[in-house]
């Protein structure tokens, strides 16, 4: 077999092949590099902005990002708030540790387009810089520091209201009810039942209890009570058993609340708890039936205290089995056609 003759192809133009130039020799100085360089330069850039920019973006989205906005794109009505308003002392105090120390803790805001932001967390603080700002104009006081957050439902920003005010400060049991029927009222929660099971999952049940009693309070009493957040939990729970246990007491401690007018929350508090610890109204007799007789001691005697927490069977009442084989309905749903309904139907089992 003949043997294949390699082939090769002359250098061009004829001359002997010679070795290849250094390429850094054909660039003079000030000379643009090859155009493939420059893109694959400009393109390295493009994707590393890129890449900044998402996790600009995502930390921003996320919360880990802090934002400095203006005060005035801080709707702070976004939410019912939770507190029903500071004292002048401790707004001062406030106020104070700004001034000298700046913002230290960012407020928490969910984005709600068009350039506003919704408060979720951070009133006493907002409230504080606006002082702040109206009484000595300095740009300083005009922004504050911000977290973007994206809760999912109107429920999850509730929740996340309570929980950071109840890990800073606290509510007073008052005011955890309260948020919880404004809630309710809002469209945000289908009962007050589920209202107190998740803005307050963390508490006990024993606590959650106590703030279903408040509720009561709220619905009778918001309004007439001047400063309802200095209620401590054992004159409030033995004030909501007496709203429970005796019908005309509710009216009577209105009236009293109106006629003595306290103008501090100790002078309030001590109204509360004397009409509380006051011997029962008695029973007025109906005409034809005595009404010259005097009124036994048994009557003057209160109703048994209730032997088990009350459930809300269903929006706006609450059942709550009472000693001696009591059963006890109230709430805001306890109206005179409720009461109709109700002799109609147990007539109707007899």
Known sequence: ???????????LGGFAPTAAPETKSMIGPGLAPAPISRVTGEAAATAALREVAEELTSARSEGRLMLRLELDRIEEGWLVRDRLGIETEELASL?????THGQRSPIEVADMGEGRFGLISGWRRVTALRRLLAETGEARFATVLAILRRPDTAAAAYVAMVEENEIRLG???????????????AGVFATEKLALQQLYASASRAKRSKIGSFLGIYHVLDGALRFPSALPERL????????????????????????GAPDTAEAELQLIADQVAAEPAPETPEAGQG???PVPDAARTPRPRSAA???????????KGAARGELVLYGPAVDEAFRERLRDWLAAQA
């Open 291 to 293: 009404a010259d007789r």
């Open 171 to 185: 509510l007073s049991y008052f005011e955890r009810a309260r948020i919880a029927a404004k809630a309710v009222d």
């Open 309 to 319: 927490p009350a459930s809300e069977v269903r929006p706006g009442l609450f059942l």
């Open 1 to 11: 077999m003949a043997k294949r003759k390699r082939l090769t192809v002359p250098p």
């Open 236 to 259: 409030g729970l033995a004030l909501a058993r007496r709203l429970e246990e005796e019908a005309g007491f509710a009216a009577r401690l209105v009236a009293a609340l109106a006629a």
């Open 95 to 99: 106020m104070t540790s700004l001034a």
